[in-house]
């Protein structure tokens, strides 16, 4: 039986990737995104098995409806994958407290409503999937990417124990973590950014000049990552976590090994903070 996906963001980047893969499969799409018209196409090439919904996931009333609106139309939902987002890029100092809290209402709180109105369908049914689009930047943040990466950070705490609470339904979690691939995300008219204060050109400068000179010619491809996350959802085991593109691999890796380097470093001391005789 062909499974029916959910996919936020649908109209570009991973979210185009991922639906192109699922309908080469054999699967239903509904691509949901802000402005459906770069689904046009799409839409018309594959009439029976790919349909537009207009949503902005940050509208939380909205997403209820979609998704009542998507089972009652194909009976459920096999796998969700919150994907829309965007960057931002500027010093935490320099970021305003808006700015923070447009980017957790799209990276967070719009994916948690998603997922609440799904469980119910998928506990059900007792089968699902959820993909859960982070970043390397979940993992690892730097300098002008504090307000990106602490949305994705929450992401991924929010999804560990998601996959911990569902696994007991029959329903999968994976968390998907892509380094620099060629996507819209550096896009000039899709990237946020703060003001400059003119205070950070070391540190914020390069990842500002990163953002505006990468774009369009990141390494990773898009189709491939969409590839490997089906065969991740396809797999008996599925992961937890899947690092995407041999930079965010290396990248985790080695911030694994440098947390673990702080950990052994202090770790007689550490354990030493109970009470005596505790």
């Not at 987002?85 to 935490?92: F, S």
């Amino acid at each position: 039986m062909s499974r029916v996906w959910f996919i936020t963001g649908a109209s570009s980047g991973f979210g185009r990737a991922v639906a192109e893969a699922a309908v080469a499969a054999g699967d239903v799409v509904i691509g949901a995104a802000r402005r459906t018209g770069a689904l046009d196409g799409f839409v018309a090439a594959h009439p029976k098995q790919v349909q537009a919904l207009r949503l902005d996931v940050t509208d939380q009333a909205a997403v209820r409806t979609a998704v009542e609106d998507v089972v009652a139309w194909h009976g459920r939902i096999d796998v969700l994958v919150n994907n829309a987002g965007r960057t931002h890029v500027g010093a935490v100092e320099e970021t305003t407290d808006a700015e923070l809290r447009d980017l957790f209402d799209l990276h967070v709180f719009g994916p948690a409503a998603l997922v609440r109105a799904v469980l119910p369908h998928m506990r059900q049914r007792g089968s699902g999937a959820i993909v859960q689009m982070s970043s390397v930047g979940g993992q690892i943040s730097a300098p002008g990417f504090g307000a990106y990466s602490a949305t994705k950070f929450a992401l991924e705490g929010m999804s560990e124990a998601l996959a911990a609470e569902v696994r007991q339904f029959g329903i999968k979690v994976l968390i998907v973590e892509p380094g620099a691939f060629r996507t819209e995300l550096f896009d000039k008219g899709r990237a946020g950014a703060s003001r400059d204060l003119g205070v950070y050109v070391r540190t914020v400068g390069a990842s500002r000049r990163m953002v505006a000179e990468s774009d369009g010619a990141q390494s990773g491809d898009p189709a491939k990552a969409a590839a490997l996350i089906l065969a991740a959802l396809d797999a008996q085991d599925t992961p937890l976590r899947l690092p995407l593109g041999d930079d965010a691999v290396t990248g985790v890796l080695g911030h694994l090994e440098q947390v673990r380097g702080d950990v052994v470093g202090w770790e007689k001391r550490a354990r030493a903070t109970g009470f005596d005789g505790g």
